[in-house]
């Protein structure tokens, strides 16, 4: 459903709606505006863990997320999960490792646990903060114990089953929400810019070629040492790798020194792509796409690859084509076909790591 960041005008709607509604809503834990909060009195901050700060079921927190928790320690938040988990040992070790407090009691909706945090910092429900993920649990239980809170897009979209169904709920009653719904300033949050998804992509582009170049440079160094560096038994590994190759393809053929190196061009190419692609992946999620989910994520590699090995087949055949059309000496040709095989392959990658590996996923701003 719809997951707008922007404000709802509670007081604007009829008591049996405002029960459910959030104060504000954000694309991810991360957009809050931590310092304007604490400046409205608020001084716990109460936590959803699934999909809220941990994609559901893992263990990772992501840096963004652990860093955006240090910040609000530092202005004087106490800091407490709220969760319905069943997994106790494993709230128990992440609440320990974010050094964070957490409690237990009759699952959200209920006001029990907000009861029970509040009653740990010793504080009033006006001086909490709720941030959670789903409307019918977090939002709902906060509103019943008087707290405000703040409602964030899931970080992923795999959830409980139980999730699932209250979501179908949260569709229905989110239509009746988004009636007060305003996307400007209320609590003095600043709105995003206009035109920032077009300024988004330029720059995106850009890091997305700075990782190009240093996976280039990967890429293009290893093949160039493998090529032209490595021995094997005293001899260059290329020509022991193109006389292999030579051999089974064309055993009659002439062993020049272009025809091994040509030989040898592809198969020596194979690994320093391999490594290359790790490079660019893991830059590329955190830096230029800036996932803010856990990056390890078997969906996000592997599509990661598809696309990357697509480039790779790309490169591989542009490359080696370019190569044998080259004339000139081995090296020259190298430097050429290495080259158009890059800019071919980038542009290929580009759009699918845009277009499909990262479209999904969500970004931390
Ligand atoms: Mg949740």
């Known amino acids: 459903m719809r997951h707008e960041p922007g404000q709802y005008a509670r007081e604007a709607m009829p008591r049996g709606l405002r029960r459910f509604a959030p104060l504000s809503a954000h694309a991810s834990l991360l957009d809050l505006d931590l310092e304007m909060y604490r400046t409205h009195g608020k001084r716990v901050l109460l936590l959803d ?8 079921r893992t263990h990772e927190v992501p840096t963004e997320v652990r860093e955006f928790l240090r910040r609000a320690q530092d202005l004087g938040y106490k800091i407490c999960a709220v969760s319905n988990t069943s997994r106790m040992e494993r709230l128990r070790e992440i609440c320990a490792d974010l050094g964070i407090d957490h409690v237990r009691a009759r699952n959200k909706p209920s006001r029990r646990m907000f009861v029970q945090a509040l009653r740990l910092f010793q504080a009033e429900p006006h001086e909490a903060l709720m941030v959670g993920d789903q409307l019918m649990t977090d939002v709902l239980g906060a509103n019943r114990a008087g707290i405000d809170a703040v409602w964030v897009a899931p970080m992923s979209n795999k959830e409980f089953i139980g999730t699932k169904i209250n979501r179908m709920v949260e569709s229905v009653v989110g239509k009746f929400l988004y009636r007060y719904f305003q996307p400007s300033v209320a609590f003095g949050v600043a709105p995003k810019r206009e035109g920032l998804f077009k300024h988004q992509v330029v720059k995106e582009f850009l890091k997305f070629g700075i990782v190009g170049a240093t996976s280039t440079a990967l890429d293009w160094g290893l093949h160039y040492l493998l090529m032209y560096k490595a021995t094997w038994g005293g001899q260059l590994l290329s020509e022991v790798v193109g006389a292999w190759m030579l051999g089974m393809v064309n055993p009659g053929a002439v062993a020049t020194e272009k025809a091994l190196s040509d030989a040898a061009y592809a198969p020596l190419k194979i690994l ?26 078997a969906k996000l590699i592997s599509r990661f690859y598809i696309v990357a090995l697509a480039a790779m087949v790309v490169n591989l055949v542009v490359s080696t084509s370019v190569k044998i059309a080259v004339h000139g000496s081995a090296q020259k040709a190298f430097w050429v076909a290495s080259f158009v095989g890059m800019i071919v392959a980038a542009f290929v990658n580009f759009i699918g790591q845009r277009q499909w590996t990262f479209r999904d996923t969500k970004r931390s701003s």
Do not use: C, H
Request: charged letters at 15%.
């Open 49 to 56: 863990m699934d999909n809220t700060v941990v994609p559901w």
């Open 272 to 297: 320093p792509v391999l490594i290359a692609i790790f490079n660019g992946y893991y830059w590329n999620s955190k830096w230029t796409f800036r996932v803010a989910e856990r990056t390890l994520q």
